[in-house]
């Protein structure tokens, strides 16, 4: 194995909440019922489809495709405010020491994040010059569980999809990484997926793979 793709929102950096408390603003403002067990089925999926599932509950009008634009854009900017909180102390000693014990034992660091504010994240937590390349939301055509945003990572690190772990905490993640041909590594809820094919209890784990 020649490299790792990591996750974003709960494997490096966990922004939950943020996307929760985001989610919610305009959720109340809307009228629609939303809650925690509700937002468990949004991770790992894009910002279009999370409201799309959010809209199950809505009870007005339907609504055209210009009026979903500015819902996701009123939470995006619900969300980006609420990043503007977030600092290199968002990140745990034990993700940081492991990622420098991963480049100096050789080996190609990606991103892999459905999300479009993955850069700006990195930047607040001073992350950016950890990884070779990112795969984000700004250059994907298809969320998770779909394997684009893996696969684009590989290509970007110039390594074969069989040769790539994929770090995932989400289920969606981790069916992605499959589709994709990548061995996938669970942490979080997806130790307990019954697809993955290893599992850790801890970021440093990873080690024990190289």
């Not at 795969?135 to 696969?151: A, M, Q, R």
Request: glycine share 8%; with cysteine.
């Amino acid at each position: 194995m020649k490299a790792f793709i990591f996750d974003l929102d709960g494997v490096i950096v966990f922004t939950d909440k943020f996307h929760y408390q985001a989610w919610k603003k305009m959720a109340d403002r809307m009228d629609i019922y939303f809650d925690e067990t509700i937002n468990n089925r949004l991770r790992g999926v894009s910002r279009m489809d999370s409201l799309e599932i959010i809209l199950e509950n809505y009870k007005g009008h339907k609504l055209g495709q210009r009026e979903k634009d500015l819902l996701a854009a009123e939470k995006n900017d619900n969300y980006r405010k609420l990043l503007e909180t977030m600092t290199p102390d968002d990140v745990s000693t034990d993700v940081r020491n492991t990622l420098k014990e991963l480049r100096h034992r050789g080996y190609k660091l990606a991103i892999g994040s459905s999300s479009k504010n993955t850069k700006f994240i990195l930047e607040r937590v001073g992350l950016m010059d950890a990884f070779d390349a990112i795969s984000d939301g700004t250059n994907i055509t298809k969320s998770k569980p779909d394997p684009e945003v893996f696969l684009k990572a590989a290509e970007y690190i110039g390594e074969s999809p069989k040769d790539c772990y994929v770090v995932e905490d989400a289920y969606s993640g981790i069916d992605a990484a499959e589709a994709g041909g990548m061995t996938s590594v669970g942490i979080g809820d997806a130790a307990g997926y019954d697809k993955t094919d290893i599992k850790i209890q801890k970021f440093s784990d990873i080690l024990s793979l190289s």
